[in-house]
């Protein structure tokens, strides 16, 4: 482990408190924050590996938290682990056979990285789309997302997608995110139960009523 990583506090307080990766502090500070869980949902963790976000959701709900990656997924006690890829028919089918619903969609993953920066600044926006694909397919109106990006070409069309979907649309900055990086979180609230590009999953619910404006959600990203 490099020498930064080990001066890193939220590396070492990981360690000390369990958790898998220290990227467990970010959903903690944006839960805080925002108040995206409620105590019953049904959580879908897209990327989870290693499974840092899947130990700190299974904590906040009741409801079922199910952990979705390309890669192996360690045991962890309360969540349903699936390994594959969240954009196929099979499995979506699968994580719609452990729940009747599905309340919160959160993706915390990021692309492989080349080095060339505009080359993985597309892969990452085009990640993050999926993602919100997926979340429009999947969720219960009324439902929340979280996904993880990074600022730059491509950046505002993410976003413009999301608040076509969501009434309330946040970029945030983790108390956890390092120095120096781009990496931000687009929070999505109220899933509008329709999706103005993208096919959705057909819950026959009423649609939610538009929740007013809010002050403390919508005032300028900090860091």
Request: hydrophobic residues 35%; contains cysteine; glycine residues 6%.
């Amino acid at each position: 482990m490099g020498s930064q990583w080990g001066a890193d506090r939220f590396y070492r307080k990981s360690k000390r408190e369990g958790y898998r990766s220290r990227a467990a502090y970010k959903i903690l500070d944006i839960q805080n924050r925002f108040e995206i869980i409620r105590s019953d949902d049904n959580v879908v963790d897209l990327g989870a590996a290693p499974g840092s976000w899947s130990q700190v959701l299974r904590d906040m709900t009741d409801g079922q938290v199910i952990a979705v990656d390309l890669n192996q997924i360690a045991p962890l006690e309360n969540v349903i682990t699936i390994r594959g890829d969240f954009t196929t028919e099979k499995v979506q089918a699968e994580i719609l056979s452990h729940v009747d619903v599905v309340n919160i969609v959160v993706c915390d993953a990021s692309p492989k990285l080349s080095g060339q920066k505009s080359y993985d600044q597309a892969r990452a926006i085009s990640l993050s789309e999926q993602a919100l694909r997926f979340a429009c397919l999947i969720l219960k109106p009324g439902g929340n997302f979280v996904v993880k990006s990074f600022q730059g070409e491509m950046f505002k069309e993410l976003l413009d997608e999301a608040r076509r979907n969501f009434y309330a649309v946040k970029v945030y900055r983790t108390k956890a995110t390092r120095r120096g990086s781009t990496e931000t979180y687009i929070i999505a609230k109220n899933f509008k139960g329709f999706a103005d590009s993208f096919s959705t999953h057909n819950y026959e619910r009423e649609q939610p009523q538009e929740i007013p404006y809010d002050p403390e959600f919508f005032d300028e990203e900090e860091d």
